[in-house]
């Protein structure tokens, strides 16, 4: 068995994170509790990145760009 992160883990904290982020937009946490919304935020920015990477890793993966049929 392969240890750490594969594809389907980043999604997993890709999609955590985005949860994070839209509970934490949705509560209002700004007015409140300051240090909530910094950390929702924080958190809910790593979603970004995860999935530019996964995009790019699926874009060097792709075989035959030309061949691609869209149905």
């Known amino acids: 068995m392969k240890r750490g992160l594969n594809a389907f883990h980043l999604k997993l904290i890709a999609i955590i994170a985005m949860v994070i982020n839209h509970i934490g937009s949705g509560f209002r946490f700004s007015s409140s509790y300051?240090?909530?919304f910094w950390f929702t935020?924080?958190?809910g920015k790593l979603t970004f990145p995860i999935m530019a990477f996964l995009l790019v890793e699926g874009f060097k993966y792709t075989s035959n760009i030309k061949n691609i049929h869209y149905d």
């Open 41 to 43: 935020e924080f958190i």
């Open 34 to 36: 300051p240090i909530l």
